[in-house]
């Protein structure tokens, strides 16, 4: 390899190593957010549930409401379940419901002690008329300062992307299932 080229690629890192540290001196606002994984491809859930046991790793209290799961074990709730961190009520590590359970996400939005709280396939309720969008932006709004709320689910609609701090579309490319693969346990719940 060309010395030339070490040099040029190393000058190149130095430059962008400057421009993270810069960006991250700017970053001083401390505050909860709201992150919306949204759009038809696999993996809107399986990323919140990467960012509940990221929170869970420091040691935070965080809640769970799947609306559209039903009362089926994923194997994301199956490990919580194992770990004895999965419960409902403020004893609980996570504060988690499934839908069918019926509960109050409301509640979790004004809990200061929840640093995390995740909507899983909250916008299918939203979509089909269960929840009234202002409803849902007032409790945002209103949520505790420290507290980062996740949501997940199709189709978003224009003012929840608008309020979201963090938006990613996961696009469907193209998906196993429609190939005839059976839905695999570990992967896809």
Do not use: N
């Not at 038809?40 to 935070?60: D, Q």
């Not at 965080?62 to 770990?83: K, N, P």
């Amino acid at each position: 390899m060309d010395l030339t080229f070490k040099q040029q690629h190393a000058e190149r890192m130095q430059d962008k190593k400057a421009q993270v540290q810069a960006a991250m001196a700017r970053a001083q606002v401390e505050r909860g957010i709201v992150v919306l994984l949204t759009g038809h491809g696999k993996g809107k859930t399986t990323s919140a549930f990467g960012m509940l046991y990221r929170a869970l790793g420091h040691g935070l209290r965080v809640g769970v409401v799947q609306f559209i799961t039903g009362t089926h074990a994923s194997g994301e709730v199956t490990f919580l379940q194992q770990q004895g961190l999965l419960g409902q009520g403020a004893r609980a590590q996570v504060d988690y419901h499934a839908m069918a359970t019926g509960c109050s996400w409301q509640r979790m939005l004004a809990d200061p002690s929840l640093r995390l709280v995740v909507l899983d396939e909250l916008t299918f309720m939203l979509q089909y008329g269960y929840l009234a969008l202002s409803e849902l932006l007032q409790a945002l709004e209103r949520r505790p300062a420290g507290q980062s709320v996740v949501i997940t689910g199709r189709s978003a609609p224009a003012p929840l992307l608008a309020l979201a701090d963090t938006v990613s579309e996961i696009a469907d490319t193209r998906h196993a299932f429609q190939a005839g693969v059976k839905a695999q346990a570990g992967v896809d719940f």
